[in-house]
């Protein structure tokens, strides 16, 4: 089959935050540089970050990175690379100043300068007291950058192609990627990205839990291509909960309901944080009430048809009170839970809200595989940075406004990396014969395959498979279990049938194909948690509980490793932590507490 | 509504970048949109090019919709 071929230096999949940084990079070096994005790149998920992006800049009182580095591998659970962390705290300032010349509006402080709020988590003087490190523009702070860098972009002649939808990677067969094949929606046409450099920059995968705060876009694209491409996925058993999502949508329900004196109860009404933690009852701390949660439900005492969530019970309090205090809080839940708090409680279930791991990548944005007993063998051609990647900077869970930061610090330097790569003026290599042939075939088989599964249930037997399996807290007999079954899902994923046969616009088409990449990210997740057998930041085990040997069931001796999870034959290895930063001493391992 | 202009449409109005949006899409493309005037239809249409956070604003009654045109679609939406 003929298929067109566009010739570009670079191509970047995914226009959000990390995507739209690494563009500004190569445009303005000169490259002929592609985005891809299924949607409007402001309409990227990074549109939802509200809190602030964190640098050291020092503006509201004194600040330094050591003290930000520190934090951040406190927050990660000594699982984060020391050198990534130190390079990334480090270059917060200057990518904050940028984004200010880009124009980004972020708040100021009456002598005009960027103002910075307290956050959890960030502290001054190696963990002593807090310390105001988040800029933010207002609310609205992953919007603001989002249009300051689409922007510079358009200014820089980025081309954008929206409404596109990547499919596959394109290696050679020495192993080096030269391309991706992207299908564009409007027409159904596939094409081949000829390019001497491919970024991705895909954001998470939120959406193989059935709680999640994430966009529907945010489905693992980039994981589920790079897996397919040989490519191994790294510590992908950690993902960060919110205690309180609306169960069956995923919307947040602020903390602040039971700062207001919002209780939880289970399927027989019972106030069961009384028994979990007697002195802070439904204000315990975040993973404390998550945890609490997870146990009712796995214990039977869940509430609804499938005994799978539990209820915020705020009818108690006076309808001025929730109104005045909480405000917001009546319409989401009336809109998202059909219930009125004022008379009926709220469904509620842990929610899943980010991903720490990803597409393994060093400082450099270069992506790097195991081969030959070591690790960092860099796949030429290939770099990611954002969420879909794993530096790793946020190790075993992320500290709060790291992630805006992650997409600055190391969508440039990933964008910086290939336009050194490209500099000396290497030409396209070859593609190789028939590029297109893998994802025609993916594409084929969903045209035309009958009596086949629907993507609408297979999407949600992952998502159900994933979260009473593998949420946010783990159980040994249910992980082995779920390990079991998502490759039973994977049966059904493998199976696809869409109704719609139509060329264009056929979003059953873009659903199913979305559908294959949640599943290699279900895998990767579930195979990955099962095996870890200790506590450590987000991934919590019943049976790794906190012990005078084992602090927070934290095991280094056996497990102060990441986990490199490979989609052939779902083999697992692991790789060193490198707890040596590049210039500064290493932040030796401790307790994390708080 | 012609098919490709539709599945056009629905694309756009349930892959945003807000999960609040793509829900509250989702549910009125699903029971409502079907229901409507071609000229409702439109308006919708011209809503859901709006950004996310203004979208949300408007359909969580944190903001009031000036557009005559738009602000029936918009009551609409807070109820569905």
Redesign the interface.
């Known amino acids: 089959m003929n298929i067109p071929v566009l010739k570009f230096d670079a191509v970047i999949v995914g226009a959000g935050g990390a995507g739209l940084r690494s563009a500004i990079q190569l445009s303005e070096a000169g490259l002929k540089t592609a985005v891809l994005s299924k949607v409007f790149p402001t309409r990227s998920h990074t549109v939802a970050a509200q809190g602030g992006v964190a640098a050291s800049l020092g503006n509201s009182e004194e600040d330094h990175w050591r003290w930000h580095m520190y934090d951040t591998v406190k927050g990660s659970d000594w699982l984060g690379d020391q050198d990534a962390i130190e390079f990334m705290c480090k270059k917060a300032v200057e990518v904050v100043v940028e984004l200010e010349h880009y124009g980004m509006p972020f708040d100021r402080t009456d002598n005009g300068k960027i103002y910075q709020r307290p956050f959890g988590g960030h502290m001054s003087n190696f963990g002593e007291k807090p310390v105001r490190r988040s800029c933010a523009a207002a609310d609205r702070t992953g919007h603001a950058m989002l249009h300051a860098m689409y922007q510079r972009n358009v200014k820089a002649n980025t081309q954008f192609f929206v409404e596109w939808m990547a499919l596959d990677l394109i290696r050679d067969s020495e192993g080096h990627v030269v391309g991706v094949t992207a299908m564009e929606m409007e027409t159904g046409q596939v094409v081949i990205f000829h390019t001497r450099a491919t970024i991705f920059a895909t954001g998470g995968a939120g959406r193989i839990f059935h709680s999640s705060t994430n966009a529907f876009i945010n489905t693992g694209d980039g994981l589920g291509m790079a897996a397919r491409a040989g490519i191994p996925l790294e510590d992908m058993e950690f993902w960060q909960f919110h205690p309180t999502g609306v169960a069956g949508a995923g919307v947040l329900i602020t903390e602040g309901v039971r700062g207001e004196g919002g209780i939880l109860r289970n399927n027989s009404k019972e106030r069961f944080m009384e028994r979990y933690a007697p002195n802070a009852k439904d204000l315990a701390s975040r993973d404390v009430v998550s945890r609490a949660m997870a146990t009712e439900i796995k214990e039977g005492r869940g509430c609804g048809p499938n005994k799978d969530y539990v209820l915020l019970d705020i009818t108690h309090l006076d309808p001025a009170t929730i109104m005045k205090r909480l405000p917001g809080i009546r319409e989401i839940s009336i809109q998202f839970a059909g219930v009125d708090p004022i008379k009926e409680p709220i469904p509620v279930v842990p929610t899943c809200h980010y991903q720490m791991g990803g597409i393994p990548t060093n400082y450099a944005g270069r992506v790097i595989v195991p081969d030959n007993g070591s690790f960092d063998n860099v796949v030429p051609g290939f770099y990611a940075a954002g969420e879909c990647a794993c530096a790793s900077v946020h190790g075993a869970n992320r500290l709060g406004t790291n992630s805006l930061l992650d997409l600055l610090v190391f969508g440039k330097s990933a964008g910086d990396s290939a336009v050194e790569d490209l500099k000396n003026g290497k030409a396209h290599r070859d593609l190789p014969a028939n590029a297109a042939d893998y994802s025609l075939s993916r594409v084929a088989a969903i045209d035309s395959r009958k009596g086949g599964s629907s993507v609408a249930e297979a999407r949600l037997a992952i998502q159900r498979t994933m979260q009473d399996h593998a949420g946010v807290f783990r159980f040994n007999d249910m992980l082995k279990k779920g390990a079991a079954q998502i490759l039973e899902v994977e049966k059904q994923v493998l199976n696809l049938e869409i109704k719609d046969k139509s060329q264009v616009w056929n979003t059953a088409r873009m659903e199913a194909l979305e559908t294959e990449n949640l599943i290699e990210v279900a895998k990767a997740t579930m195979i990955s948690a099962e095996a870890r057998k200790e506590s450590r930041g987000a991934h919590v085990r019943d049976d790794a509980p906190d012990t005078p040997e084992f602090p927070n069931g934290r095991n280094d001796k056996e497990w102060l490793k990441h986990t490199i999870w490979h989609r052939d034959g779902n083999k697992i290895e692991y790789k060193p932590v490198n707890l040596n930063p590049l210039t500064v001493e290493t932040v030796a391992l401790k307790t994390r507490s708080y | 509504m012609e098919?490709?202009a539709y599945?056009?449409l629905?694309?756009?109005s349930?892959?945003?970048?807000?999960?609040?949006v793509?829900?509250?899409l989702?549910r009125f493309l699903d029971e409502e949109f079907g229901k409507l005037s071609e000229a409702e239809q439109q308006a919708f249409a011209e809503l859901a090019d709006y950004?996310?956070?203004e979208l949300w604003h408007l359909?969580?009654?944190?903001a009031e919709c000036e557009d005559a045109r738009l602000a029936p679609i918009v009551a609409m939406l807070?109820k569905s």
């Open positions: 098919r490709a599945e056009r629905r694309w756009r349930i892959r945003r970048g807000l999960l609040e793509d829900i509250a989702t950004e996310d956070l359909i969580s009654g944190q807070r």
